[in-house]
């Protein structure tokens, strides 16, 4: 596609609930990242895809956060049991090469209650 | 502390002000600089590179000073459409292309 595309763009979810984001990125962008931007933060980083190899997954807050892009291409960020403190806008990005300059997504937007 | 650090603002400036916004970053092994516009509940957009020489487009101009680890933004002649969030960021490798973002400034420019 000729963006980044992020589903859903927003999304509501009950305390304890699990959700799935999904990201997809710009056909034969081979690096992808995952930001998390809390209300009037800047975005933070999750973590990072070359291809389907997740190189860099230092900044997933906890192990109910998870992270797959099993074919190199459409990824998808998983948050078990949600908090409210997960709140927040989720940006995903891709690029050819892991050069900065990169396309961000539109980002879906959750909140939990 | 923070590994980039902004003044949050907001700055409100008139049209046609002259205003500069500046950053700085905890580690010096910092490899590229950068400065992302963010529009309200858009995403981030590639502003502008910021390189040691210093460089300019248009109404923008950005600077580096790696010895104080401070960057900078300023934009002259302000329009209305320059109002957004302006986010300073910096990568430690070129490899991953990881941005490390500052909270960023918030810019209103009123007619």
């Known amino acids: 596609g000729a963006g980044v595309s992020q589903s859903p763009r927003y999304k509501v979810a009950k305390r304890g609930q699990d959700v799935a984001l999904r990201c997809d990125p710009i056909?034969?962008?081979?690096?992808l990242f995952w930001y998390q931007q809390a209300l009037g933060q800047g975005p933070e980083f999750l973590t990072y895809?070359?291809?389907?190899?997740?190189?860099?997954k230092s900044g997933l807050p906890s192990d109910r956060f998870f992270a797959e892009r099993p074919e190199g291409s459409v990824s998808t960020l998983k948050i078990q049991r949600t908090q409210q403190e997960d709140s927040a806008v989720y940006l995903c990005?891709?690029?050819?090469?892991?050069?900065?300059?990169?396309?961000f997504g539109s980002g879906t937007r959750l909140t939990v209650v | 502390r923070k590994e980039v650090e902004q003044d949050p603002g907001p700055f409100n400036v008139p049209e046609g002000a002259t205003v500069a916004f500046n950053c700085t970053y905890s580690?010096?092994?910092?490899?590229?600089f950068f400065w992302y516009r963010q529009d309200c509940r858009k995403e981030p957009k590639l502003l502008m590179s910021?390189?040691?020489s210093g460089n300019e487009d248009g109404r923008f101009t950005a600077q580096l000073n790696r010895a104080s680890q401070y960057i900078s933004l300023l934009i002259r002649d302000s329009k209305l459409s320059d109002s957004a969030t302006y986010l300073c960021?910096?990568?430690?490798?070129?490899?991953?292309?990881?941005?490390?973002f500052g909270q960023g400034t918030t810019l209103q420019v009123k007619p």
């Open positions: 056909s034969g962008h081979v690096s």
């Open positions: 895809f070359q291809n389907e190899a997740q190189l860099d």
């Open positions: 580690n010096s092994a910092s490899q590229s």
């Open positions: 990005a891709s690029s050819r090469t892991g050069e900065p300059g990169y396309t």
């Open positions: 960021v910096v990568t430690l490798s070129s490899n991953t292309g990881k941005l490390i």
């Open positions: 910021v390189y040691s």
